[in-house]
């Protein structure tokens, strides 16, 4: 078992920065990679980025490439979304999931944590 805890949502904005936290911890040599998602009321989740947890390779969806970047810390086991150029569109909530190495699906997901952007 994984367990994925988020942190740093909040109310920004248009324009300006947020971090998103997501601490793992259990099995986490289980883990492939680690991926953020969002949710925007009344929409169905989308993809946001995702970072390769050997190696830590990254990819991100086209809305948000060159604004948002994903890191790592790996003493912590804690992966980062670093958000810039926020936009009220990026209202949502934001979830951490870990891709289970084994059966490539996203198996483990944090509580999520609210995104808000003011125009």
């Known amino acids: 078992q994984v367990q994925l805890v988020e942190s740093g949502g909040g109310l920004v904005q248009a324009g300006g920065s947020l971090r998103l936290s997501c601490a793992a911890s259990g099995r986490t040599s289980s883990i492939y990679a680690m991926g953020w998602f969002r949710q925007a009321p009344g929409k169905e989740r989308e993809f946001v980025g995702r970072m390769r947890w050997s190696g830590g390779l990254t990819s991100y969806a086209d809305s948000v490439k060159g604004r948002f970047t994903i890191s790592r810390d790996n003493a912590k086991n804690t992966v980062y979304l670093q958000m810039n150029s926020l936009k009220p569109e990026d209202t949502a909530v934001y979830y951490c999931?870990?891709?289970?190495?084994?059966?490539?699906?996203?198996?483990?997901w944090g509580q999520g944590t609210q995104v808000t952007v003011s125009s």
């Open positions: 999931a870990a891709q289970d190495l084994r059966t490539q699906d996203y198996t483990y």
